[in-house]
Structures are given as C-alpha cells and as structure tokens.
C-alpha cells in the first residue's frame, strides 16, 4: 500500500481491491459486491437494502437486549425505563421498532418487483418460494418483537395469535401449549426466544440459500434509508401506551402489517377461516407463480393475466389494510364499534378484481408509440462542486443541529435532523460520483 495515488478515490478503489483480494479465503469470495460508480435503480436490490435492515434491528436489538427484561411483571416497566432514563435508550428502542416496520415494507416492494419483473423465470424457483418463506418470517419477526411490550395493543395481538393457533384444525390444540405455555408467564419467554434466536436464526439460514452471488452496496441509497428510518422516528415516535391491564378494556388495533388479519376477523365469520386460511391462500397463490406462469416473456405488460392478478391483491392488502384500522365510535359497543360488515368487505374483493382485470387489459391492448427515452441529467463540473459543497455544509448543519437539540432533551428532533444529514450525505455522494462519472465520460 505504499504506492502512491493522484486521487483519494484512487486510494479507496485500490484499499477495496486490497481488502477483497485479502477475503479469497473466505465466504465472501463467494459472493461478488458491486459498488456502482452510477446510479442503479434501487428496485433491483430491494432485497440488499432488506438485508441491511435486517442488519440494523440485529445491533440494535442485542443493545436493547442489555435493559429489556422479559417477564410478565417487569417487561413494560423496562421498555419504560429504557425509552425515559437509559442512555441513547429512546433512540435505539425508535431505531428498532421503525427498522422492523422498513423492513416488512421493503420485503413488501421486493416482492413485488420480482414478480411484475418476471424475476422468477430465469431459473430462480428456488429464490422466489425462500423469499416468500422469507417475508412471513420477516411479519412473525415483527410480530413476536413488537408483543415484548406487553402494553394493551400486543396483548390485542397476541390473543389474536392465541386464538387462530388453538381453533387450527387437528394441529392446532397440541401446537399452542408449545408456543404459548401455560400462561402469560411462560407466553412472554417464548415471544422473547422466538424473536431474539430462533426466527432470527431460520432467518439466516433462508439467506445463505436467496441471497444470489451478485450483491450491490450503493452507499448513497444505503444513507437514504438509514436516513429515512431516523427521519420517520423523529416524526411518528413509537409510544409506549398503556400497560396491560385484563381488566380494563379499550378499542386497539394491531401495526399496520397484521390490520388485514384483524379486519378478516371482525367480520363474525369462522375464526381459522378467516384470519388464518385466506392469507395462507394469498401467500400459496405467490409461491405457485414460478410453476404455473411458464411463458417466456418477462415484463409485465406482456403478462396481462399475471399483471392484474398482481394489481388486485395490492388493492386488496390496501383495502383489507384500511378496513383494520376502521372504528366506528358512534356505537355503543365494544364489538359494534369494531364490526366490520362481511357483505361489503368480502363483495369488495369481487368488485377490486374486476376492475384490476378490467384496466389492466385496456391499458395493455391500447396501442402505444415507442416510448421517448429519458434524457439523463448531466451536471457541469462547476454545478457538480456546488453541489457536492451544499449537501456537505447541510451535513454538517443537520448533524450540529442533531447534538444541541438532543442536549436540549429534544430526541425525537435530535434523530430527525440525524437522518437529514444522513439523506444529506447520501445524495452527496450520488451527486460526487454522478458528477465524476460525467467527467470520465468527456
């Protein structure tokens, strides 16, 4: 390493040539890492940017697991103590909670730019069902974690989770004991087990077989995400709530990723049918795609039939989504405030796939030109310094602003100005290498 380099981006190209040379030995060598010197579209490795994430709720879960104590009596108030007098406690406690609520929705994306891509056609059977394995572990992941707080809303889930594994047929009775204990004094210690070892653990082993050879670290869309975790912190800080108390009941709704569930299950209709039955069905109806669709063309617009399908049930999880956090508090009730007419919802779902058939088919047979292509932005040398110049001075900005306000006591403030800066930093290393790939170019 003693050559000497005309440029500091010669001396980071040769430092990670060095270290990847060093790594031969290694699992890694394996895998082959693309740093673009360009922009990507970032839909092409959503599921890099999970696997980040997932990287990110795996330190900041072990850091919470120092002050979290997992027990009936003493669970909430330490969740309390670590979001009110732990150290950094509020911030990593928003860190994880959002993590998991960014990784569930880019699992989400991935999924479903794989499937209107056609991904799963070029001999990737094996990638497509681990990654839908993949993204239900990822949901009981965050519904195990988010229950460890034992405040009204997670014992509204878990008693979900209790009631759908005992009214299982033939299974079900001998599973639940298992997984739930015999109270909630063991229910709490097997939440905790499921969520800090074993679906991490299968989490893991499903990666070693989807994750593909050709991996892409974009580091301005890393710092994009990042930074929009901490910037989504700042504004919508997860709260604590209320204890949980069997005693006094109160209108809750699950996270946003179980509210479909909840709906199905407020239509009075049969408790496994309903929220345990047709989203298997939904999820069987993805892991069969690779088998069933075995035409060889691959966009979406040459897969009509495909495409609406795809286009219904994001309009159904968007409906159904809706539907769960629906509460009618004109009613008297409890149950009337949260009875959800089956008529309407399940007629809804005729009604969502028609229409998705319907436009899909007259958008794709309307004739069309040649689509125009995009002229790429090209930023002067002099716009490409100012540029790079602005988004460092906002970085630092962002970052000062990030100390004193988190001095002040102000955390939720304090994280979203860090996640500015880092969004800042990101779009300065885009503006950098854009500008510099130009340069090359001329």
Do not use: C
């Amino acid at each position: 390493m003693s050559k000497e380099y005309r440029t500091f981006r010669e001396a980071i190209d040769a430092l990670i040539k060095w270290t990847v040379e060093r790594l031969e030995r290694t699992p890694f060598a394996a895998f082959k890492f693309t740093f673009p010197k360009q922009y990507i579209s970032p839909f092409g490795y959503l599921g890099t940017l999970t696997a980040i994430v997932f990287l990110i709720l795996g330190v900041s879960g072990a850091i919470l697991m120092f002050y979290y104590t997992p027990s009936i009596d003493t669970a909430f108030a330490s969740v309390r103590e670590i979001q009110e007098s732990v150290p950094f406690g509020f911030v990593m406690r928003q860190i994880h909670y959002h993590a998991s609520n960014f990784m569930v929705l880019l699992a989400v994306f991935h999924l479903y730019y794989q499937y209107f891509s056609g991904r799963y056609k070029i001999k990737n059977e094996v990638l497509w069902v681990t990654g839908i394995i993949l993204g239900i572990l990822t949901v009981l992941e965050a519904y195990t974690g988010y229950n460890l707080i034992l405040n009204q809303r997670a014992m509204l889930a878990i008693n979900i989770g209790m009631g759908l594994t005992f009214s299982a047929p033939v299974l079900g009775p001998s599973i639940a004991p298992i997984l739930m204990g015999g109270g909630y004094f063991d229910l709490i210690v097997r939440f905790y087990a499921l969520h800090v070892f074993i679906i991490p653990l299968l989490l893991l082993l499903l990666l070693t077989v989807h994750i593909p050879r050709a991996l892409i670290i974009d580091m301005p869309m890393i710092l994009g995400v990042i930074g929009a975790i901490f910037v989504t912190a700042g504004m919508f800080p997860a709260e604590l709530g209320l204890r949980f108390d069997p005693t006094k009941g109160s209108v809750e709704v699950p996270e946003w990723y179980l509210t479909s569930i909840y709906a199905f299950l407020r239509t009075g209709s049969e408790r496994f049918w309903a929220g345990a039955l047709l989203p298997l069905l939904f999820a069987i109806f993805f892991l069969i795609v690779p088998f069933v669709d075995k035409s060889k063309k691959l966009s979406w617009r040459d897969r009509p039939f495909f495409a609406a399908m795809g286009i219904a049930s994001i309009l159904m999880i968007i409906v159904t989504t809706v539907w769960g956090f629906y509460v009618d508090f004109s009613k008297l009730t409890v149950f009337e405030q949260l009875y959800v007419e089956p008529v309407i919802y399940y007629s809804s779902f005729g009604i969502i796939t028609l229409i998705s058939f319907f436009f899909t088919y007259r958008y794709l047979t309307k004739p069309r030109g040649r689509p125009t292509p995009a002229k790429p932005l090209v930023l002067s040398p002099r716009a490409g310094t100012a540029g790079v110049v602005i988004t460092l001075l906002l970085v630092v900005a962002f970052s000062w602003l990030a100390v004193l306000t988190y001095l002040e006591n102000m955390p939720n403030i304090s994280m979203f100005n860090m996640g500015m800066s880092m969004i800042m930093l990101g779009l300065m290393l885009h503006i950098y290498r854009h500008t510099a790939s130009a340069a090359a170019k001329t």
